[in-house]
């Protein structure tokens, strides 16, 4: 489902993100990306849906190379693909609900067929009764799941989190972590950057997972 090899992502200036990164993740699995901060995780997402592009090897996703993929190709890709990142990039001046109809207003996507989509999501992750509610209204455990819920409202089949339940309480993070071992048991692929043990072990309890460490732009375990 995704499988990187030999990759290298530099920045300007030499500075290197990632080095020489092989790894795979199986269709349906849950695999934990682990290593502390400026190890190379959030990086390493980003060149999945194409935020970043490598410099050598490659990225394959569901059986494409996205490290040579044409830009007019790249909105098709992220259709697949569940994307909540730590700056969740939720709109102040839209409800709940049109944040996540976000996602399908670019789909072509029916209105009425949209409308009962994103109702869906939101009834997901617990915030169908917040939809009217502004996201700057919400706790910061409601703002999560509310980009969660547009994360999969196009009912992908690859989700990527990088630090999921980074300055969540213990209860807020316990609940999105449950969501993700949900989301994993009918068959969505989920990579999730964290440096949250307790998170691992709390999935790990639910779900078979796996776990990749970085250590300094390099795979150490």
Do not use: C, W
Not at 49 to 78: D, H, K, T, W, Y
Not at 86 to 111: C, E, I, W
Not at 161 to 180: K, R, V
Not at 182 to 190: D, H, M, Y
């Amino acid at each position: 489902m995704i499988e990187f090899s030999a990759v290298y992502k530099r920045y300007p200036g030499g500075y290197e993100a990632l080095k020489n990164v092989s790894f795979t993740v199986a269709s349906g699995e849950l695999v934990f990306l682990t290593g502390h901060s400026g190890a190379g995780k959030s990086t390493l997402l980003k060149l999945i849906p194409l935020i970043e592009r490598v410099n050598s090897g490659s990225v394959i996703v569901g059986g494409q190379n996205v490290s040579s993929m044409r830009a007019a190709a790249v909105p098709f890709l992220r259709r697949n693909i569940g994307q909540i990142f730590q700056d969740q990039k939720l709109l102040y001046d839209r409800s709940a609900f049109d944040n996540v109809m976000l996602p399908l207003n670019v789909t072509g996507l029916h209105p009425r067929d949209g409308a009962k989509r994103a109702r869906a999501a939101l009834d997901k992750v617990g915030l169908l009764g917040r939809e009217k509610a502004n996201p700057i209204a919400l706790s910061g455990g409601e703002q999560q799941r509310l980009a969660i819920a547009r994360a999969i409202v196009n009912r992908p089949s690859i989700l990527i989190a990088d630090e999921p339940t980074a300055n969540l309480d213990a209860n807020y993070a316990a609940e999105i972590i449950d969501l993700f071992a949900a989301f994993n048991q009918v068959g969505v692929t989920l990579l999730i950057a964290t440096h949250d043990q307790g998170a691992v072990t709390r999935a790990s309890a639910k779900v078979k997972t796996r776990s990749v460490e970085l250590k300094a732009g390099e795979l150490v375990a």
